[in-house]
């Protein structure tokens, strides 16, 4: 059974950064897709970032050239760095992966999620 458990959460003002962190147990991040997506407040949950099995990362509009995916597969851990944080990025954050395929930004493609961390910017 995967477990996925994110971490890193806080309130910050804007412009300042966050470093969230996705420890997996019982799963190895090689060969499988994984991602960060977010939801706010009555918002629908949508994909933040992910990255694939060889490493290739996608980012949504809303935050790129900001935040940056990763993740070391030794430990294993996916990352997600958010620089120049604004009020709009407060929400809260998921990891997932994917049991099988390509990455995709919709949710309904993921079988595996964290709790979730929440990140408020003022």
């Known amino acids: 059974h995967v477990q996925l458990v994110e971490s890193g959460g806080g309130s910050v003002q804007a412009g300042g950064s966050l470093r969230l962190s996705c420890t997996a147990s019982n799963y190895r991040f090689s060969g499988n897709c994984m991602a960060w997506f977010r939801q706010a407040q009555g918002k629908e949950r949508e994909v933040v970032a992910n990255?694939?099995?060889?490493?290739?990362?996608t980012y949504a509009d809303s935050v790129k050239g900001r935040f940056a995916i990763s993740r070391d597969a030794s430990i294993p851990t996916l990352y997600l760095q958010m620089n120049s944080l604004k009020p709009e990025d407060t929400a809260m954050y998921y990891c997932a992966r994917r049991r099988y395929g390509a990455c995709s930004p919709n949710a309904d493609r993921y079988a595996y999620w964290g709790q979730g961390t929440q990140v408020t910017v003022s």
């Open positions: 990255i694939a099995s060889d490493g290739t990362t």
